[in-house]
């Protein structure tokens, strides 16, 4: 299988520093970057990616098995990153593709230069000591909702993840990306998701990162982003002045000038 295809492997940009690739959240897909990747492209490559499930990616490539752990995606990421062999890349996660950003650097750290993490949780479940936002009650009820009604749930959560109710039209275009994706996939990745631990794997990773938090962000709160900080080596951690979960949408002029001053000062103690 043609990994590129079956990815929706995008490259644009010039070559120059090291290369950008952009991975999107949950429900949604490469087109999440539209205000973001451009930014880059007169001084870097840059990659953009659909999961497999997601945007224009090869749907008969999704493997329940192979995807029903974050793993499975890191692999694919992996195997992308093979594919291209631009040399060490900064990786662009944002929400459960930060995750999957973590564990594909744990295990191939040669191919990351730096990660940038946006709005990453490594376990959405309250527990002992750590608040993920969520109650496993709430979990469970959020999960049996998509189930029900994928399309209901999908209006309903767009605009508490957007987190911006003045701008109904952010919202609005999460609901459409929502509804592109293919239902039952979407339900296995939610689960994939919401029950997802990577708690343990931060302490992993050894790649310098860069973890973006939102002021107010209702599915990953300001102290998942403090955890992430505080359990992963050589990180640095940027609150930004925005609210939501999808700051890569509602406020990408923060988003890019934190994530070019992050890389500027990398390549400045690299000189």
């Known amino acids: 299988m043609d990994v590129l295809a079956r990815n929706n492997v995008r490259l644009t940009g010039r070559r120059g520093g090291a290369p950008v690739v952009f991975a999107h959240g949950f429900g949604c897909d490469q087109g999440v970057w539209r205000a973001v990747a451009p930014a880059f492209e007169d001084e870097h490559r840059v990659v953009l990616l659909d999961l497999v499930g997601a945007g224009g990616s090869d749907l008969s490539a999704y493997d329940p098995g192979r995807h029903g752990r974050l793993e499975g995606y890191a692999e694919d990421v992996l195997e992308v990153l093979d594919a291209l062999d631009l040399g060490p890349v900064v990786f662009v996660g944002h929400s459960v593709s930060a995750m999957i950003g973590v564990l594909a650097s744990a295990v191939r750290p040669e191919r990351f230069s730096s990660l940038v993490l946006l709005c990453p949780s490594p376990c959405y479940v309250d527990d002992d000591g750590y608040r ?34 003045e701008r109904p039209e952010l919202a609005g275009e ?24 990577n708690r343990a ?43 939501g979960h999808c700051p890569n949408l509602s406020a990408p002029e923060q988003v890019v000038a934190t994530v070019r001053r992050y890389l500027g000062e990398r390549a400045h103690r690299a000189g």
Not at 218 to 241: F, K, M, N, Q, T
């Open 201 to 243: 794997d931060l302490e992993r990773v050894r790649t310098p990162s860069l973890v973006l938090q939102c002021r107010e962000d209702v599915i990953a709160p300001p102290e998942v982003g403090r955890y992430v900080h505080e359990h992963l080596a050589g990180s640095e951690l940027v609150v930004l002045d925005a609210t």
């Open 174 to 197: 999460l609901t459409s990306s929502f509804c592109r994706t293919d239902p039952a996939i979407a339900r296995r990745f939610a689960r994939t998701t919401f029950l997802s631990d």
């Open 132 to 165: 993920g936002g969520f109650a496993q009650a709430e979990i469970d009820e959020l999960l049996q909702t998509l189930d029900d009604t994928y399309l209901g749930w999908s209006a309903h959560i767009a605009p508490v993840i957007m987190g911006h109710p």
